[in-house]
């Protein structure tokens, strides 16, 4: 392929739309949430479908054109078309908001008709909570498949910070990890050990839950000789409640019941997902 060296006319699609053709078989609705089988789908990939929460599906934007039954033999094969600006859904359903303190919070689709503020299996965010009404009705801001393309593409922003590398037998009743500060704002979303020496001891048990300043982070994350019994076992314990952090705020991991462990090594991690704001 060669540099350009003329004057090209290229052709682009208006911003408001794109029309794609519809996975053999699939009805799909005017209304429904959007997705293309991506590159990376397990069929047919490159073909429009009702949004699900699966393997390799491009969230295509806030909703379907037209109602449209998939049938790639026809002559022309039909299309529905897909929006791929930013906007916003007016006054619409999001399962878990319940008042104006959710508003900035991360929206998520897990089929073609159903919004959440729980973030799905194959979890990417699709839009902010902008607005709210009354009870779970509020206004969403679509991220358009340009911000969902960066979000996307980035690994949805979530990191992962390694909190360190310990033997089972010296770890005691007090902090492991003091006052490391948290990078940005963010929510706690899991905390895992890689057991990278089988852990010992008679029916040992130590316990390991995560601080944000003074606070107790919802969930803990036992180490134990029968969780743990073979090398590279990877332990895991989800977090939920104040489990949300600012940059600078303090994490402590803190371990009790540690007496019984003999032997055995293992590291911790702990998973971030970015929040809207500072």
Request: hydrophobic share 35%.
């Amino acid at each position: 392929m060669a540099d350009l060296t003329a004057t090209s006319k290229r052709s682009i699609s208006g911003a408001d739309g794109l029309s794609g053709e519809v996975a053999d078989a699939v009805q799909t609705y005017g209304g429904m949430f959007a997705g293309i089988r991506g590159p990376d789908h397990a069929t047919t990939q490159g073909y429009v479908d009702a949004y699900n929460d699966e393997k390799g599906m491009i969230f295509a934007g806030p909703q379907l054109d037209d109602q449209v039954l998939g049938d790639t033999s026809a002559t022309p094969p039909p299309t529905n078309s897909t929006g791929t600006d930013a906007s916003i859904l007016k006054a619409t359903a999001v399962t878990g908001v319940a008042s104006r303190a959710d508003i900035g919070k991360a929206v998520y689709a897990t089929d073609s008709n159903v919004l959440t503020l729980t973030a799905p299996t194959y979890a990417t965010p699709v839009g902010i909570v902008v607005d709210w009404a009354t009870s779970t009705t509020c206004d969403v801001l679509m991220l358009g498949l340009a911000a969902q393309a960066a979000l996307d593409l980035s690994g949805q922003g979530i990191q992962v910070l390694h909190l360190g590398h310990y033997y089972a037998a010296n770890v005691t009743d007090a902090d492991v990890v003091t006052s490391y500060p948290i990078p940005f704002h963010c929510s706690l979303e899991s905390f895992y050990a890689v057991c990278t020496k089988a852990i010992a001891g008679g029916g040992g048990t130590t316990d390991l839950n995560c601080e944000i300043g003074t606070t107790n982070v919802t969930g803990t994350l036992q180490v134990t000789t029968a969780a743990g019994s073979t090398k590279g076992t990877v332990i895991t314990q989800a977090l939920s409640g104040s489990n949300v952090g600012h940059a600078g705020d303090l994490l402590s991991v803190e371990a009790t019941n540690t007496s019984s462990l003999s032997g055995g090594e293992f590291d911790l991690y702990v998973k971030l997902r970015p929040r809207m704001g500072v």
